[in-house]
């Protein structure tokens, strides 16, 4: 039972430090990932990993895009060359 409780003394203690010094965006996001828990930040770094895949896959499309109306010699309707 006292190795248990151990486990839960370094997020404790983080906890009480972040709030003894100023608050930085930095602080914020630890602090909020201290109180997610395990399971939040096991979620949070899917989430990440998600929007990361979805800006590449998004970029792809724009190359994509841009390939086949430089093949079928259109001029891009939207102007964004």
């Given amino acids: 039972m006292f190795n ?3 486990l839960l003394l ?3 203690l983080a906890s009480v430090a972040f709030e003894a ?3 930085t965006p930095l602080d ?3 602090r909020q990932l201290l109180n ?3 399971g939040g930040v096991i979620a949070a770094v899917f989430f ?8 590449l896959w998004l970029e792809a499309l724009e190359r ?3 390939l086949l109306l430089k093949i079928a010699k259109v001029d ?3 102007g964004d060359e």
């Avoid at 990440?48 to 800006?55: D, H, K, P």
Wanted: glycine share 4%.
């Fill in 4 to 6: 248990s409780m151990m």
């Fill in 10 to 12: 370094p997020p404790a």
């Fill in 21 to 23: 010094q100023a608050i």
């Fill in 28 to 30: 914020d996001v630890a």
């Fill in 36 to 38: 997610l828990g395990i």
């Fill in 48 to 55: 990440v990993q998600w929007r990361r895949v979805e800006a």
């Fill in 64 to 66: 994509e895009r841009k």
């Fill in 76 to 78: 891009d309707p939207t």
